[in-house]
Each structure stands twice: as C-alpha cells, then as structure tokens.
C-alpha cells in the first residue's frame, strides 16, 4: 500500500486464488441426430442418466488495484474499494455420471436399438472423464472492509473481509458439442464434455448448458502488516 496520508492511499500486490465449481443433475436426458461408423444416419437418444457431476477448478494469480482509506487511532477501521485482474494458471473440468442408458434409433428401419455395447448403445456405469479448460483474464470490482490494532509503532495486526465479483465472460471453450457426444471412433462410442462449452437439446433446439463463467469469492483476511 503506498499512502498518500494518513487516511488515503492506494494498494496492489499479487494474489493466488483457486476456484471451484459444479453442475449436477439427477435425470440428464438428451437426443439428437447423428452417424454411426457406416455414416448411416440415426438418433443418439440418452435417458436416464442418473447423477450427473460436472467440476471445474481453476487457478488464478490476481493483481488488485484498490483505493484504501482508514482511521488513525490505535484502533483503525479501513475499507477499500477497485478492480482486480486474473490471469489463469490452470483450469480443469470433471465430469462423471454413475450411469447412463442409451438407445439408436433408425427412423428409416423404425427400430429403436437398446444393447449394441460396442457402438455405445446400452446402459453404462461409472463413467468419468477429465479435460483441460480454456479461460480468458477475469476483471472483477472487489470490495475490503476491516479493522487493524497497532502491535508496535510500525506493525498493525489487521482482519477484514473481502469480496470480488467477476464482471465478464472468462469462458474461452472452444465449443465442444454436445455435453455427451457420439463419437464412433471412440470404443465406448460417446465422450463426455465439459458444461461450459457444451449444448443439450430443448423442444429441438441446441442451447448452452452454461450461458456465462465469471469468478465470484467472498472470505476473511487475518495477517499482520508492516509500514517501511
């Protein structure tokens, strides 16, 4: 913090911060037109997928600059109010289901497969799958209110607490289908995506499973400061 006085100044530094976040939902349901290996075309109906647990955690180094202003006394009370940039480190996304029931069904044939395994039509237990995520810096407004007591002439013991909310879109997903994609090429015959890039059928339209990603944090600071 550089203090213009003895009340006001301005502070920046460098903050690591972790995220988390989760999609469930107990009946996931789905269907849509696709091809299987022979290009013949068909509809990829999923139901009754049950459990459905999609996280997504990510690291970010912060970078604030915030207007402090405090009392003096022994006792001082502060607050302080700005912007925060985050710049991503790392993000991942998980997604496991604890079981999925699939059928094909061939409108030109009118018959509706439920048990070709190999071709990913049947029902499934216990799948997961892990994949990296694409974010773009956040900018987030952050608030800091609290209290600092004089330990000696110089060091202050201080607590607050904090709050930043994310003001734009940090998904950077390139759009990766649908949430559970058929996929003839893979030996379980469908992948399972990340929700933040991904669609699911409504009344025959395509929509986004997540409309917008943007970081949110609410704590408690406890530290000890020191004046130079």
Known sequence: TYSFNTNWGILSGAEMAFYSAKVETDNYTDAFNTKDV???????RIKGGGNLENKQNAVFINIPVMVRYQTTGELKFYAAAGGKIGIPVKADSKLGIS?????????????EY??????????????????KMKLKTSIMLSIELGAKYAITKSNDL???????????DINNSKDAGRL?????????GFELNNSIASVITDNDKAIKVIDKVAPMAIGIKIGVSFAL
Request: no cysteine; hydrophobic share 30%; net charge negative.
């Open 38 to 44: 022979d290009d013949t075309p068909f509809e990829f």
């Open 158 to 168: 201080y607590a607050g607490i904090y709050f930043d909310y994310g003001l734009n």
């Open 114 to 131: 439920t048990d070709k395994p190999f071709m990913g039509i049947g029902t499934f237990n216990n799948l997961s799958e892990k994949k």
């Open 180 to 188: 559970i994609e058929y996929n003839p090429q893979l030996a379980q």
């Open 99 to 111: 079981a999925i029931t699939t059928t094909a069904y061939y409108p030109d044939d009118n018959i």
